[in-house]
């Protein structure tokens, strides 16, 4: 004899989550930095670069393109010296799944290469050139 009920026929996993967002793990086609934004950075060139390329665009529809060019005019701000910008730049960012912890939190993952794609060469990781204009801005010097 046993205690409690009997286990189910078959038993359903619960931390299964069906609405979970698969997205191909290559980085997409992007597109070009509206002119019409003004953008006067450097930082804020490479912040819409490296978001409108970043695999999490597939499955971007308008709106969200919009939000990018909201986000990025916050970030031309910010490294024009606007600190208080900050924090709505990394709220906004977390929402498109921009770290692990983000993306965990949205259940967005990214489609597992196979041989086939392992053998293509992949492009050399871009060089990370920080802004001194911006270091010296977050340090205070």
Do not use: C
């Not at 924090?87 to 799944?97: P, T």
Request: hydrophobic fraction near 35%; charged fraction near 30%; glycine fraction near 8%.
């Amino acid at each position: 004899m046993t205690r409690g009920p009997a286990p189910k026929d078959n038993a359903v996993r619960r931390n299964v989550h069906p609405n979970a967002q698969s997205l191909p793990a290559v980085p997409q086609p992007g597109r070009e930095l509206p002119k019409a934004l003004g953008i006067s950075t450097g930082g804020a060139r490479r912040f819409w670069k490296t978001w409108s390329s970043a695999p999490q665009t597939a499955a971007w529809t308008e709106t969200d393109w919009a939000e990018l060019e909201l986000t990025t005019k916050l970030v031309d701000g910010l490294y024009l010296g606007d600190l208080k910008l900050a924090g709505e730049i990394r709220q906004r960012v977390a929402k498109w799944g921009a770290t692990v912890e983000d993306r965990a939190r949205l259940r967005m993952t990214f489609d597992k290469t196979t041989e086939e794609d392992s053998a293509v060469p992949s492009a050399p990781a871009p060089e990370v050139d920080m802004d001194e204009e911006l270091y010296k801005l977050l340090n205070g010097t």
